[in-house]
Structure formats: C-alpha cells, structure tokens
Nanobody, 124 residues
Framework: QVQLVESGGGLVQAGGSLRLSCAASGLTFSNYAMGWFRQAPGKEREFVAGINWIGNTYYTDSVKGRFTISRDNAKNAVYLQMNTLKPEDTAVYYC??????????????????WGQGTQVTVSS
C-alpha cells in the first residue's frame, strides 16, 4: 500500500529554519507530482508548495522566497526547506501525492495520497 511519511517538524524560533522530508513507498514515485499542505488550528488545510515529476515548482504567495520544495526521485523523497519562519507558519504540515504528474495541483481533492503530518511550531 502507498505510504507517505513526513519528518523534520519541531519547535523553532521566528527567523529560524526547518527542513521537512516526506518518504514515499508503495508507488512509482517519479510518476507523481508532490505537494506540501499545512493546517493551522481552527483553519482549513491549505496548499503550500508543489513540484511536478520533472521538478517544476509552484508556491503559495505567503511562502515565496522563504520555502523551497525539492524532490529526489532516486530516494522516493520530497523535501520542504523552510527559512525565515514566522509564527503564522505554525501548523501541521502534510505531504501529498498526485498521479497527474505533469501538473502542480493546489486543491486538496486533486491529490490521491496523504501522509499523517508533522507539527511545525514557530515561537515569537
């Protein structure tokens, strides 16, 4: 079965950095576009960043210039490097896989598989 397992979350001070990882198994990873989403308490899950199978990327405006998504198809992994973190970045971060590998979907319903999430907390 398909599994997506996130890691790398934690507590960091504002201005700090974290690198999230998502390890995928049970699917042909290079055939999938990948995305990172986040959900803050009391808010809906929202798109953060996406990357298609050849490495094209797209970001939500609030993280442009601070976050970088990347993938390593040989390791079946996708990463989210988060710099200059702000308290408003506090959320549970989820990775997701979309079998429409050529695009970069931003809607939750377009993704086929989800991880369990990893907590990121940014203190002020």
């Amino acid at each position: 079965q398909v599994q997506l397992v996130e890691s790398g979350g934690g507590l960091v001070q504002a201005g700090g950095s974290l690198r999230l990882s998502c390890a995928a198994s049970g699917l042909t990873f290079s055939n999938y576009a990948m995305g990172w989403f986040r959900q803050a308490p009391g808010k809906e899950r929202e798109f953060v960043a996406g990357i298609n199978w050849i490495g094209n990327t797209y970001y939500t405006d609030s993280v442009k210039g601070r976050f970088t998504i990347s993938r390593d198809n040989a390791k079946n992994a996708v990463y989210l490097q988060m710099n200059t973190l702000k308290p408003e970045d506090t959320a549970v971060y989820y990775c997701a896989a979309d079998r429409a590998r050529g695009g970069i979907a931003t809607r939750l319903t377009e993704y086929d598989y989800w991880g369990q999430g990893t907590q990121v907390t940014v203190s002020s």
